[in-house]
């Protein structure tokens, strides 16, 4: 039987839950993110590795923004205008 202490070095952490990405990878020691690269401004992502790329890129979250760009586009981006009555006029 093993003593305590030898047990005790089997189970320290070395990632914990990341501020930006969510994922258990932020490294407690080096301080960076192995998935994100966070505390860097940039994400992290690589050539080597598309699939990643795939999973991470844009259009795979809500997009809270960007799903309305297509119809505003098409509006020509007005704002602060009233919509024409769509109501036939008595006549």
Same mark, same amino acid.
């Given at each position: 039987m093993g003593t305590k202490n030898a047990l005790k070095k089997q189970?320290? +952490?070395?990632? @914990?839950? #990341? &501020? &930006?990405c969510g994922r258990t990878s932020f490294h407690i020691q080096k301080k960076v993110c192995s998935a994100c690269g966070y505390p860097s401004a940039r994400l %992290? *992502?690589?050539?080597? #590795? +598309? +699939?990643?790329i795939r %999973?991470? @890129?844009r259009g795979t979250g809500r997009m809270r923004y960007e799903k309305d760009l297509p119809r505003k586009a098409k509006?020509?981006?007005?704002?602060? @205008?009233?919509?024409? *009555? &769509? +109501?036939k006029k008595a006549a």
């Open positions: 189970i320290q +952490k070395t990632h @914990t839950r #990341c &501020r &930006r %992290r *992502s690589y050539n080597w #590795c +598309k +699939k990643m %999973r991470k @890129t509006n020509g981006f007005r704002e602060q @205008t009233q919509a024409p *009555s &769509r +109501k």
